[in-house]
């Protein structure tokens, strides 16, 4: 059988993406290479949806910038072991990897995710150096749902005020793949019982508690996307503009919400530079060299 055409092969791929599910992201994490995951299931507070995994880059002669990630799935479903692509990509690119759970509906609703979130924060702030971290250079990250949190955790900072981190001087950017962030009106009934009365629902979106103050933001956003419209990322940096902060906006043509993601899996870089792109912004926000002390 002759070898598929480029395009032919892109276009195969995008459709297997667009099916999603575990089957994939287990199948990416198995063929990208790289470290196994250093430490498995540590607790980061009590509960079952309440551990995280670490991935940690290769022997280095200085601590590594520490990245939390977040994966998606509608704060309905998900698991960080089927994101071990992520974690092993970012280690590979000397970055200490830390994907935690979180609890999922029905048993929270919102702000309960991002509470988890900012437990899970503290908590690599507070034992990344026993891994090889620094946590002086400390960076957010997520796709989709996991980009809303990410992202609401770095503008909102209540939730990780409450968990007694300072978003604006401990945390240094923070990258967000296919994120929903100016999201109204909703229709899905699920997401209208995750996010609460309409009435109060404004106040549950990132974008409301933007002032410019915030750490430097990446949107990054795939144009055929039809799960979140590209245009929450539009949105969003466009506000953080007005009040004099910093976001960049990427987007990449041909590029489906799973494939965002997906394309930081080895086989399928070739996609689009979404890796590349995300280690490039944390060097320039500080994950070089560790600064002297």
């Not at 990416?28 to 670490?54: F, K």
């Not at 900012?118 to 908590?123: C, I, L, N």
Request: with cysteine.
């Amino acid at each position: 059988m002759p070898p598929l055409h480029q395009s032919t092969r892109r276009a195969a791929l995008l459709a297997l993406l667009g099916l999603g599910g575990c089957s994939i992201t287990g199948l990416l994490s198995a063929t990208t290479p790289g470290a196994n995951a250093a430490v498995r299931d540590l607790a980061y507070a009590p509960g079952a949806r309440h551990t995280l995994d670490i991935y940690r880059p290769a022997a280095r002669s200085e601590p590594a910038p520490v990245v939390v990630f977040f994966y998606g799935g509608t704060w309905q479903m998900g698991d960080k072991a089927d994101y071990a692509f992520v974690g092993k990509a970012l280690a590979a690119k000397g970055l200490l990897a830390v994907i935690p759970n979180y609890r999922l509906y029905p048993e929270v609703r919102y702000p309960g995710f991002l509470r988890d979130g900012a437990q899970a924060v503290r908590w690599a702030r507070d034992n990344a150096a026993r891994f090889g971290g620094d946590p002086r250079r400390l960076f957010l990250m997520g796709h989709s749902a996991g980009a809303y949190n990410a992202v609401t955790l770095t503008v909102d900072e209540r939730w990780l005020a409450e968990a007694g981190v300072d978003a604006r001087r401990e945390v240094r950017g923070t990258v967000g793949i296919s994120g929903p962030y100016d999201f109204l009106p909703l229709h899905d009934p699920t997401l209208m019982t995750i996010f609460g009365p309409e009435a109060t629902r404004p106040q549950t979106q990132p974008i409301a508690y933007v002032d410019g103050g915030e750490p430097p933001l990446l949107l990054l956003h795939g144009l055929k996307d039809t799960t979140v419209d590209p245009r929450n990322a539009e949105r969003l940096a466009a506000r953080v503009r007005e009040h004099g902060g910093r976001a960049e906006v990427k987007f990449y043509k041909g590029l489906n919400h799973t494939a965002a993601i997906g394309a930081v899996a080895a086989p399928l870089r070739f996609l689009a530079p979404v890796l590349e792109d995300s280690v490039r912004f944390m060097r320039r926000q500080g994950a070089g060299p560790a600064p002297a002390t």
